[in-house]
Each structure stands twice: as structure tokens, then as C-alpha cells.
């Protein structure tokens, strides 16, 4: 069913399934091993889910498993040396839960950590006692955390490629809109040019979050810095971009920066190509007399302007049509 809708749809209906088997399968689970509180695991595998929308799967379950051991073993510690008494429960609540939130700032590991204690404490009072209760949270959400981790690799474990290579190639087509209405000189609408810029901007700024989605296995290290890499080439022709607006929006400029704008074009087509995956050659070397020094008029900011956008434009165009043939996503 999923195949059969488009590429955003089809991400969301793996999205859903992945959270609903996801939460089914944390719950039977906890229940099988007889843990006493099941929503905890339900609870682990969604946050750990949500992640490979958000970034770092495999970061957030190592960091809810760390964050909990060390939050169970401060809190059964505390609640057996804790004298009796409501008083001394709230006091040694408040040190605890103060003292592991101080050593969290900075440490996404210990996050989880002063909600264990606060649990393993506040109710090490009743029937479980506090080594009870502190091995059973560490156990739900060890079990909730395995089963998203699980999900996420076993169900789907294309989906967050898909959605990289599907913003890739959205990212082109903004970009090469953005500089086709940079090429329009004074005639271009301001207001367009604005949202352009930050349309572009948020593209890749969702890019780079998407980049982090994919999941390699243990040991495969050159996708990551493909990835990585491809992103950051997107940002450097983002900036060769805003460098060329400034050369066409100078007033009266575009009269006499013909020959850079039909160089200029050539950037646009490659761009059109990225965005609908197809074959895309490297650009040539600008024409000498396009670089600057070439013999534009001394002072003319707007050859300037286009001159070293142009030149910076077909590197980092270049080196970002190797990406996305290194990524295969052309």
C-alpha cells in the first residue's frame, strides 16, 4: 500500500506502522516477562521511534538506557539509607533529583536519570521495596527501548533513505528556482526573493536533520560522511547563491552581466537535473574573461559580485554533483 502513494505519503503510512507494531510489540513483550508495569516499555519504544524522525535512534535508546541504570542505582542507594519518615523522603527526593538534573546539564546520557530515582525513591515505600522496584523500571525500559531500536531496523529500514534521497532532491529544485530568480536581476519581486532564501534555508536545514535519520550498521562509516558532506556542499551553493544576488541586484546591472548570466544558467539546468534524479555532468571551467581579473572595469561591484559567484559556483556545484552520485542519489 505504501508504494502505491507518493514518496511523503508513502513515509508517513511506515512512520504509523512502525509506532503501532512498535507499541504492540513493547507491551506483549513486558507482559510476557511478567514486568510490572508494561506502559513503561510502551512508553521507551515510542520515544525511541519518534527519534528516527527526530535524529539518533540509536543514540536516544543508548541514552535511555544509561540515563535509567544510573538513575535506578541512585535511587535504590538512597532509598535504603534514607532514614524513615515523610520528611526525610522529600529531603533526600529533593538532593537526588537536584543532584543527578546538576550532572545531566550537558550530559544527554543522564536525562532520564532523575525521573528513575524520583520513581525508585518516591515509591521504594511500598510493597516492591526499592531493589524490586529499581530492576524492574531498568527492565522496561531496556525492553522498550530494544523493541523501538528493533523496529526501526527491522521494519522499513529504507524509509529514512528514501526520505534523505526525496529532500535531496527537493533541495536542488529550491535551489535552482532560488537562483533563476536571483539571475532576474532588479525585476525579481523582493518579497519572492525573501521566502526563496529562507524556503531554501529551511530545506536544508530539514536536510541535515534528515541526514542523521539514516541508520548505518556498526563499522559502515562512509555513507555517514557522504552524507554529511553532501550537506554541507548544499550550504556552500547556497552562499554562492546570495554571492551572485549581489552582483544582478545592483541597480542597472543586468544590462552588462549577460555573459555571466547565461554561464549562470548552466547551474540552473544542472540544479533542474539534481532535483529530478537524472544524469548530470560536472560544469566546465568558466570562460577566463567570466573570472575575476578577466578585464571587467575596475569598481564595478556588480561583475565583482558575479565573477566570484560564478567561479565559487561551479566548484561547490561540482563537488555537490559527485555526492550525490557518491550517495546514489542520481
Do not use: C
Amino acid at each position: 500500500m505504501a508504494r502505491a502513494l507518493s514518496p511523503r505519503r508513502a513515509a508517513e503510512v511506515r512512520a504509523a506502522l512502525q509506532m503501532a507494531v512498535g507499541a504492540v510489540a513493547a507491551f506483549y513483550l513486558a507482559t510476557a516477562l511478567r514486568l510490572p508495569h508494561p506502559y513503561w516499555s510502551v512508553i521507551s519504544a515510542i520515544v525511541v521511534i519518534q527519534a528516527s524522525v527526530g535524529g539518533g535512534v540509536l543514540t536516544v535508546a543508548r541514552d535511555r538506557a544509561i540515563g535509567t541504570v544510573a538513575g535506578a542505582v541512585v535511587g535504590g542507594v538512597v532509598a535504603f539509607v534514607r532514614p524513615e519518615g515523610v520528611n526525610w523522603m522529600m529531603a533526600t527526593l529533593a538532593a537526588s533529583t537536584a543532584g543527578l538534573a546538576f550532572f545531566a546539564t550537558g550530559r544527554p546520557w543522564l536525562k532520564i536519570a532523575p525521573v528513575t530515582a524520583a520513581i525508585v525513591i518516591a515509591g521504594g515505600a511500598g510493597p516492591e521495596g526499592p531493589a524490586q522496584l529499581a530492576l524492574d523500571r531498568v527492565m522496561e525500559i531496556l525492553v522498550g527501548s530494544g523493541v523501538g531500536v528493533v523496529a526501526i531496523l527491522l521494519l522499513f529500514p529504507r524509509h529514512a533513505r528514501q526520505t534523505f534521497r526525496l529532500q535531496a532532491r527537493e533541495a536542488a529544485g529550491k535551489a535552482a528556482a532560488l537562483l533563476a530568480l536571483v539571475m532576474r536581476g532588479e525585476a525579481a519581486d523582493p518579497g519572492e526573493l525573501s521566502r526563496g532564501h529562507a524556503d531554501l534555508k529551511k530545506r536544508l536545514d530539514g536536510l541535515a536533520q534528515a541526514a542523521t535519520n539514516v541508520i548505518d550498521m556498526p563499522g559502515v562509516q562512509k555513507e555517514a560522511a557522504d552524507r554529511a558532506a553532501l550537506v554541507r556542499a548544499f550550504w556552500r551553493v547556497r552562499s554562492d547563491i546570495v554571492i551572485l544576488g549581489r552582483g544582478f541586484q545592483v541597480s542597472g546591472a543586468l544590462d552588462r552581466l549577460g555573459p555571466w548570466a547565461l554561464a549562470a544558467s548552466a547551474a540552473v539546468d544542472r540544479l533542474e537535473a539534481l532535483s529530478r534524479g537524472g544524469a548530470v555532468e560536472p560544469l566546465d571551467d568558466p570562460d577566463p574573461t567570466l573570472k575575476l581579473g578577466g578585464g571587467e572595469p575596475d569598481g564595478d561591484l556588480a561583475r565583482g559580485a558575479a565573477a566570484i559567484g560564478l567561479v565559487h559556483m561551479h566548484r561547490d556545484l561540482n563537488d555537490l554533483i559527485a555526492r550525490f552520485r557518491d550517495l546514489h542519489l542520481i
